[in-house]
Structures are given as structure tokens and as C-alpha cells.
């Protein structure tokens, strides 16, 4: 939902800031891609004074674009400035929507992540002033309502406070100006995330510390309400609130992440490389957390004690996309082992089901970014109505995070890829961890049975690893070409499968644009059994286990229709039905769900490939949604 980042370097250093923010940009490409821009400025060597206006370069469609307009060096030999990354909420993509927008006399460039939602009013009373506005945007009104207050004040921070304070809606907006010699760099956020980091030898802000990284690894993340100006070597905080802003301490976090992880690693494309990296995932989502000999786990931090977790009466999930199909095999998990009821609602639905709250109940937010905006409203919501909360997140220190406090986190390392896999995966380990905990709590699983559940746990990695080889991918490439044709995929899964097949339809059609439909098995014959035809690939998922003969039958009530049939899983019964096979490994049911999913990855990724689709940046999406 746009990147924003946004960087002041003492004149004088090596690097030159059109370079710095092409950098930034390019690590958060994947939150946004129809557009680009950088407004930069040069300051004196070592001083805040500068004769120039901001010189803007802003470009319709991906980064590439942008670089190629910037090869003509105009841009160079500055060392502060702003840039962004955006998918468009209003007006189309072209150059003219492009951030940064200016106030027409360059004196400012502004970029902004979000929705401003009294645009038009605001339009019109600057209009009625005089003001001529150059595209269709919500992000230019904020402009000229900085550009004519610094105009007047010549004081860049104060202007962009009293100007938000007309704002209705949700931002993270970051602005460079210069007004009678003298440059500033401020930023604020209400609602989207923004980062900010002291240099050695300057500044910087950012939408994600993926793009701070390559600079520094602490980094302090703004609140909601927060604004900061930004100097070589100086961050300050103050708040959006007051006529001067108060200044506000943020504690400021150290990120564990490697750079290297933010890479490609030689794969062709981040959605193959996360694919490939998540038996590591399992690894680090299970280090220090099993306790083999009394067979329980811990979680790091803030743990439950066992009286907190007897006292849960009811767990309400709440999440969106792929972290919601981890939520309900989450609710599989916790009801099957810990018995205590679950409730699984799309986060966008919450708030408008008028939701009952009762006393003991715990929700739990599923979430990769943890800055999903209809996530974290639906969690404030069921908060204000007295459930405790537990954040499941990939992304320490993310509002999600820190709105929650009690985390598990995912430790799945960054995910670039917009088509979440190995976020996902790391969602089932804690999902699978945390049943585990309440039923040992809770007295629902014994120390034997816990240990047994720890051993198959550390027993699933050989066999993750067995399924990410060349020859099993390979294998499913051809499966997945032999289906190129068809013209459409319907998934079918049951008990805790049941939501692999949601997320391996939703894999398949947010990268191919080919239309995918998940169900539970013993819901085909209820409706979706009409659209079988030799046309319509069935690709049925069966474990071995408690539901595998219904699953069959399934299969079987396909075939008599003349669809074709992928058979995936470890049924070797179904496996004989199908017309093509997909073998995965015996495991627990329990944990079959994690196997499962990563063929069905490795079959989007072939497929999507095979039809040529830009795996990485599917069209019209962009991977963190922090607009409602
Ligand atoms: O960051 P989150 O996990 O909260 O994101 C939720 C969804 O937007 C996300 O899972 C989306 O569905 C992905 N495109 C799935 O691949």
C-alpha cells in the first residue's frame, strides 16, 4: 500500500541520495509497484542551508522506469530528500498521480502512504483560494495545505502538523522542503507504519526497516501520532496533537534481520526462494521453545503461566488472506487438542458483525506485516469489548506488536514475495505450538502425548526437506503444465486440509489470474459438483487418517463426471485414483497441513510461471494492506 522512504546524508559522504532512496525503494517495491518518484534536494556541506528548490522525478509503472528517467544525472550531487513506491486509491496510475507531489512552487515534495479521507472539501477551499492542482490525488491537497502553511511560517515541521490536524484518515507522509535557504525533513503517522533511524552520518525514515537495514539495524518505530524532523544525526519525536507538538520518547529497537535475507540468493524469484527457505523457517520457529523432557513448550518474553491459559474460555481468530486459512487450521488445532472453542472471522467482517465478546475470551490476531489495517481494527475492536489479546506476527516491533504486547512470533524472516508462503508456514508452527501449550496447560494433553507431539514435530523437517529438491519441483512443474489449459481449479481438502485448500486456491489465483475455488470435500456434492467437467482441474487433497475415506469419495464422484484429478497427499489410495499424483509424506494429521501447502506453492509458482505472470508483483495487489 506505497513505500515510503526518505533520507538526509551529510554532504560530503560517498553516497549520493537519489541513489540511497532508489535503494530504499527497491527493497519496499513489493507494498506498491504502479509507480515512483524521488524529490531531492542539495544542503551546504555540513549545514542545514541550501539555494535550491527540490527537483522531483516521478514515473508511471515499476522502479525500472524511474531509474531509467534518472540516468540522466539531473537528480545527482544531492544528499536529502524523499521517495516512494505507490499503488494507487485515487487516480489512475500515470506520472501525474506519481509521488512526490510538489506545491507548485518546489518548494516541498511530499509522499505519503494512506487515505485522506476529507480530500475533497479540502480540494475545494484550496481551489477557491487560488490553488491549481496537477493530478487527481488525495496525497496533493496535503501538499498545498503544508506548502501554504510553510509559505507563510517557514517552519516546515510546524506546518505539516497544523496541517494534518485538518486531516481526516490515515497516513504515513514524509516531506522535504526548503524555504529561504534553510532545508528540513519531517514525517508523520497516524494508521500506515513509518520507521525512523539516527546514521553516523545522517537520517533516514522509512514504511519498512527493510529498507533502513542496509544502514543500520536500530530503528525506532513512530506511533500513531507521532511526527519527527529529521537532521544528520538527529532524530526528534514530538507528537501531531498541541500547537507546538510535545517531544516524545520512542524506544528504539534492534532488528535481528540479515540484509542477505532481504536478497534473492540466485533463486529467479523471491516466491522461490521463500518457498525453498521453509524447512529453516521450521528451525528457527521451534529453536529454544521445545521442551522435550516434560513435553510442553515455551515461548520467549512475555509466556503464558498456566492459570492464565486455564482461564481462557473461548479463542476468537481474527486475520485476512493466507494468516486467515492459518487461522483456521488454528481453530482445528485448539479445539482438536486443547478443546477449548474457536471462532475464525475475516478481520474486515469483525467489526461489522457486531461481535459478542464473552468474559475468558482471548483473541489472537494472525498476521505476517502485523500492519494489516483491518487486522489491527478488528483486534483494537475486540479489545475495547474486554478480550485479552496475543498477536501471532512475523514482524517484531509492528503496530500489531505492540497493540497486542503478548506475541508469538513467527521468525519466517523477511517475506518480499506478495504471494506469502513461508510466512504462512511459520503461522502453522506457532498455531501447532500454541495448542500444544494450552492442552498441556489445561490438562487436555498429557506429558506422553506431549512428548510424542514434539517428537513428530522435530521429525516433519527431513521431511520438508524432501520436498524442496529440484526433482520434486520439477516433477510438479510438469504436472502443473500438463493443466495449463484449464479453465479453472477447484481445491478440496477436509478437517484440518480443509483450509490448505482455501490457501491453494487463493496461491493459484492471486499469481495466475486463473480461477481457483477451495472447499471442503463434502461440500462438492452440495453445489460446486455442477461445475466438474473434462475442462475443470480437481485437485483434491488427502491424508492418510481420520477422513481419508470420505475425501476418496470425493475423488470418485469427480472422475464419474469425467474431471480430471490431481491427487496430492500422503493417501496412497487416492494416489491411485488420480490422474496425476502428488506424493507427500506420512506425518501426524496434525501437522500435515505444513507439508501439504508446499506443493501447492511449488504448483502456483510453475503454473503462474509457465504463463509468463510477474510472479512477484501480481497484478493489482500489493503485500502489506494498510488501507480498510
Ligand atoms: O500481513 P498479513 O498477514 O496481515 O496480510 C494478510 C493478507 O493480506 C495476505 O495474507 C494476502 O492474502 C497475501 N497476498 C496472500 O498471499
Redesign the pocket.
Known amino acids: 500500500m506505497c513505500g515510503i522512504v526518505g533520507a538526509w546524508l551529510n554532504q560530503g559522504g560517498a553516497e549520493d541520495i537519489a541513489d540511497v532512496l532508489i535503494e530504499g525503494l527497491r527493497t519496499l517495491e513489493y507494498r506498491g509497484y504502479d509507480s515512483s518518484g524521488i524529490g531531492v534536494l542539495r544542503t551546504d556541506i555540513g549545514s542545514s542551508s541550501s539555494a535550491e528548490n527540490v527537483k522531483v522525478a516521478r514515473r508511471q509503472g515499476r522502479l525500472e522506469n524511474l531509474e531509467e528517467v534518472l540516468k540522466d544525472g539531473s537528480l545527482k550531487g544531492a544528499n536529502v530528500g524523499v521517495g516512494h513506491t505507490r499503488w494507487a486509491t485515487h487516480g489512475e496510475p500515470s506520472d501525474e498521480n506519481a509521488h512526490p507531489h510538489t506545491d507548485g512552487s518546489n518548494h516541498i515534495a511530499l509522499v505519503h502512504n494512506g487515505i485522506i479521507e476529507n480530500y475533497l472539501e479540502l480540494r475545494r477551499e484550496l481551489e477557491a483560494d487560488g490553488v491549481v492542482f496537477a493530478s487527481e490525488t488525495d496525497t496533493e491537497v496535503l501538499t498545498h495545505l503544508v506548502g501554504r502553511e510553510y509559505a507563510k511560517s517557514g517552519d516546515l515541521g510546524g506546518s505539516l502538523r497544523a496541517s494534518l490536524r485538518r486531516v481526516k484518515g490515515y497516513y504515513a507522509v514524509s516531506v522535504v522542503g526548503n524555504m529561504n535557504g534553510a532545508t528540513e525533513l519531517a514525517c508523520a503517522r497516524q494508521g500506515p507504519p513509518l520507521c525512523v533511524a539516527t546514521l553516523e552520518n545522517g537520517a533516514m525514515l522509512a514504511s519498512d526497516v527493510l529498507a533502513v537495514l542496509p544502514h543500520t539495524r536500530e530503528v525506532t518505530y513512530l506511533v500513531d501520532g507521532d511526527l519527527a524532523i529529521l537532521k544528520p544525526g538527529e532524530v526528534v519525536i514530538e507528537t501531531i496533537a498541541g500547537e507546538a507538538g510535545e517531544s516524545v520518547e520512542r524506544e528504539v529497537t534492534v532488528i535481528d534481520w540479515d540484509t542477505e535475507a532481504a536478497g534473492k540468493s540466485g533463486y529467479e524469484h523471491f516466491m522461490l526462494k521463500e518457498i525453498f527457505e521453509q524447512s529453516e523457517v521450521l528451525g528457527r520457529a521451534i529453536h529454544d521453545r521445545l521442551l522435550p523432557t516434560v513435553g510442553d513448550v515455551a515461548f520467549e518474553g512475555d509466556g503464558w503461566t498456566d492459570p492464565e491459559l486455564n482461564g481462557i474460555g473461548r479463542v476468537q481468530i481474527l ?5 486467515l486459512h492459518a487461522g483456521i487450521v488454528a481453530r482445528y488445532l485448539i479445539e482438536g487438542l486443547a478443546r477449548i472453542p474457536v471462532e475464525v472471522d475475516y478481520a474486515s467482517e469483525y467489526r461489522y458483525c457486531d461481535p459478542v465478546v464473552s468474559p475468558g475470551t482471548l483473541a489472537v490476531a ?7 489495517a483491518d ?1 489491527l481494527a478488528a483486534m483494537r475492536l475486540a479489545q475495547e469489548l474486554g478480550a485479552q489479546a496475543m498477536a501471532i506476527c512475523n514482524v517484531q516491533g509492528s503496530t500489531l506488536t505492540r497493540d497486542c504486547g503478548r506475541t508469538i512470533l513467527t521468525h519466517a524472516g523477511p517475506e518480499i514475495g ?3 508462503t513461508k ?1 504462512f508456514t511459520a503461522q502453522l508452527i506457532a498455531a501447532y505450538l500454541f495448542a500444544l501449550r494450552l492442552g498441556r496447560a489445561r490438562g487436555t494433553i498429557d506429558e506422553t502425548e506431549g512428548r510424542k507431539m514434539i517428537e513428530e514435530l522435530r521429525h516433519l523437517r527431513p521431511k520438508l526437506e524432501g520436498l524442496l529438491t529440484t526433482d520434486y519441483s520439477d516433477h510438479i512443474r510438469k504436472i502443473a503444465k500438463r493443466h495449463l489449459d484449464a479453465k479453472g481449479f477447484l481445491f478440496l481438502g477436509r478437517g484440518v486440509n480443509y483450509p490448505i485448500a482455501l490457501e491453494g486456491a ?2 493459484l489465483k ?1 499469481i495466475s489470474y486463473v480461477h481457483a475455488e477451495g472447499y471442503a470435500a463434502g461440500e462438492m456434492k452440495h453445489g460446486p459438483i455442477a461445475l466438474i467437467e473434462p475442462a475443470l482441474t480437481t485437485l483434491v487433497i488427502n491424508t492418510k487418517g481420520r477422513v481419508s475415506d470420505k475425501v476418496r469419495s470425493a475423488i470418485e464422484q469427480v472422475k464419474a463426471r469425467k474431471g480430471p484429478v490431481i491427487a496430492l497427499g500422503s493417501d496412497p489410495l487416492s494416489a491411485e485414483l488420480g490422474d496425476d499424483v502428488i506424493d507427500v509424506p506420512t506425518s501426524s494429521e496434525w501437522l500435515s497441513p505444513i507439508l501439504n501447502v508446499v506443493p501447492l506453492q511449488l504448483f502456483s509458482y510453475h503454473f503462474a510461471d509457465l504463463k509468463g505472470c510477474d510472479i512477484d508483483k501480481p497484478r493489482n ?1 500489493a ?3 494498510t488501507v480498510e
Open positions: 486475520a485476512c488472506g493466507t494468516a494472525i498476521s505476517q506485516s502485523g500492519e494489516t487486522t506478495v504471494a506469502s510466512a487463493l496461491k492471486e495487489l503485500k502489506s494492506v
